[in-house]
């Protein structure tokens, strides 16, 4: 075989070709994340938390986790807008504050516990029956800001919702709420399945693999790769 390399093209070559190779490889195990954690949340399905307290402190806390049933609700509630999950109507989820276990910071929870359309005649209040803990919602570059005085939030705000609901800001837990229970898997897995990554993976590989081809066939067009002997 006969091989004369370009030497500049080749360089910026191989750096493509690596970027590729470690954009591939971090699909994969991205994949393989997923997997781990859709095994660990159709788990808990399983075997589902009996109470809060039981979701928040025994055992390792995931986004998902589903709980039984909650403690007895508190006075007075707040609305996040959003859209209902069975229709994608929009709306106000309506939440109301719960008595958070003694290992979390602060006293006070949110449970999501109705949804509201924004067209009141369209449709009764839909309750909620089902909960799960998620991450609350956050704030992103054009949400509107909250409204504390009408007890409307667009993001979870943790001292506007205080305000509202008449407690101190450091009352309310601001590392999980509990949201309404669908059934399937949450959405930090959802949106992005394990099929997806190695999708994405596949995507990569082969386009280093191209990359790789379209470089041989450059070099061999141009009579600086060939795989007969050379004759002198």
């Avoid at 997806?196 to 280093?208: D, E, I, K, Q």
Wanted: overall charge negative.
């Amino acid at each position: 075989m006969h091989f004369r390399p370009m030497p500049l093209f080749s360089v910026l070559m191989l750096a493509l070709l690596a970027l590729l190779l470690t954009l591939g490889v971090w699909q994969a195990q991205r994949m393989i994340w997923k997997q781990q954690l859709l095994a660990q949340w159709e788990e808990a399905r399983a075997n589902p938390a009996r109470d809060l307290d039981e979701a928040l402190c025994s055992g390792e806390v995931f986004e998902g986790r589903a709980v039984g049933f909650l403690p007895e609700e508190r006075s007075g509630n707040v609305r996040v807008y959003g859209r209902s999950l069975d229709d994608n109507r929009p709306g106000w989820r309506i939440f109301v504050p719960v008595d958070a276990p003694a290992c979390v910071d602060g006293d006070v929870m949110l449970a999501e516990a109705a949804f509201q359309p924004l067209v009141e005649t369209a449709a009764p209040i839909r309750m909620i029956e089902r909960w799960r803990i998620e991450t609350p919602l956050e704030a992103g570059p054009f949400t509107p800001p909250s409204e504390p005085a009408e007890r409307s939030f667009y993001a979870f705000d943790a001292a506007g919702m205080a305000r509202a609901l008449g407690i101190g800001e450091g009352a309310l837990n601001a590392i999980w709420w509990l949201a309404e229970d669908t059934g399937e898997p949450p959405r930090y897995i959802a949106d992005t399945p394990p099929e997806r990554h190695f999708g994405y993976a596949l995507t990569w590989f082969g386009m280093a693999l191209a990359l790789l081809v379209a470089y041989l066939l450059l070099h061999a067009a141009r009579g600086r790769l060939s795989f007969t002997a050379r004759k002198e």
